[in-house]
């Protein structure tokens, strides 16, 4: 199953970059041999200033056709890291070829795109930069990879 990151917002180098490349890398290392991967990540960006409206016409047409789709949103489900790596298992066995995950731009997810979303994901009620989301999906991903592999990465 291929994995597509769609987000709002163009990350220039430094540590947050750093860390989602290793991130990703892993990932596709890990994930390969469980039919996980590779990961693709696609930044669009609303340079004319049309708001949460823009910017979720940008990311439809980041999602790949038919892909299932999960956006990371401060209202969405709360999970453990291993009730993640299985809903990802579970997606993967039931034939899902594509996977986007979603990361909306300062003022979330259009509310028309979040209601298209076969899941909403949440990394807790505080609000995150949408930067930081990416480092922490790209490092969930990675674990995920590494819980269905029964690798020790994640340890409980």
Sequence with gaps: MRVHLCVVG???SGPERDLIDDYLKRFDRTGRALGLGPVTVTEVEDRKGGG???EAALLRKAIPSGAGLCIL???GRLMSSPDFAQRLGEIRDGGTGDL???IGG???IDPSLRAEADMALSFGQMVWPHMLVRVMLSEQLYRAASILAG?????V
């Design 73 to 75: 949103d401060e209202r």
């Design 10 to 12: 163009r990350l220039r």
């Design 106 to 108: 300062a003022d979330g």
């Design 151 to 155: 690798s020790p990465y994640h340890r």
């Design 100 to 102: 986007a995950f979603v």
């Design 52 to 54: 949460m409206a823009a």
